[in-house]
């Protein structure tokens, strides 16, 4: 093989240890990218879930201070029309809502009738709380203790358990990114010492092919110099 080749074989096994050095760089820092996005994403789904669930408790409170304080009632009675139930059904209708796990997806929709139920409830009661009557008032009371406050315990349960699952999900992805970055950092570290080693050994076996032959063609040339032509070394050094 002569040195052109060998200094040929050399750059190209240099080269795909590069490119693969590189590839192996992009692929991982792709994955973490991505693990990112779907991190900050889950984030975001559990603070606005966190918002929505705060909005639905104000809008109890509102009708508590309706029925016993007496006050105006400024929330909303249709279902969907609500701050948590405009939230809640554009989720659950939205295309994400079919990527997201078959737990939190199962636990949304069970939110769905004592939701409605807690809107029927709250109309009634406000129903009876309008004509102003004693009897009337006596009425919205029984409803509110033997149906509305039940429902509104079983949908703290849910959105309890909701808020569980988005956190979970959200510290899941985190572990996740935190195993992808100490991957990353072994794969780079492993590639590069790869790469230190395999040049250093095409280095040296290259130096050798190298340097062999011109410490026989120095020597040579000094046998020629000398005047000696024995034995093939003028050929030798021509060759």
């Not at 040929?8 to 991982?28: D, E, H, K």
């Not at 693990?35 to 104000?58: G, I, P, T, Y």
């Not at 315990?153 to 699952?165: F, Q, V």
Request: net charge neutral; aromatic share 8%.
């Amino acid at each position: 093989m002569t040195i052109r080749v060998k200094l040929i074989t050399a750059f190209v096994i240099i080269l795909v240890l590069m490119i693969f050095l590189g590839i192996s760089a992009y692929l991982s820092l792709d994955r973490m990218e991505r693990s990112a996005a779907a991190a900050m994403r889950q984030v975001e789904l559990a603070h606005f879930f966190n918002q929505k669930k705060e909005e639905h408790l104000d809008w109890v409170d509102d009708l508590r201070s309706t029925i016993f304080q007496r006050t105006e009632f400024k929330g909303q009675l249709d279902p969907r029309q609500c701050k948590f139930g405009r939230w809640y059904y554009e989720n659950i209708e939205s295309p994400e809502f079919d990527r997201a796990s078959p737990l939190l997806r199962d636990k949304l929709l069970a939110l769905e009738k004592p939701h409605r139920d807690l809107h029927d409830s709250a109309g009634r009661i406000i129903e009876f709380l309008a004509k102003g009557r004693d009897g009337d008032r006596a009425q919205a009371l029984s409803i509110f203790n033997m149906e509305t406050q039940r429902i509104i315990n079983e949908m703290g349960r849910l959105l309890d358990e909701i808020g569980a699952i988005y956190n979970g999900e959200k510290e899941s992805i985190l572990l996740y990114m935190e195993s992808q970055s100490l991957s990353v950092r072994r794969l780079l570290v492993g590639t590069i010492l790869a790469s230190i080693i395999v040049a250093g050994v095409i280095t040296f076996f290259l130096s050798r092919a190298i340097i062999k032959p011109l410490v026989q063609m120095i020597s040579t040339a000094e046998q020629i110099a000398e005047g000696d032509l024995s034995n093939g070394r003028f050929a030798a050094l021509i060759r």
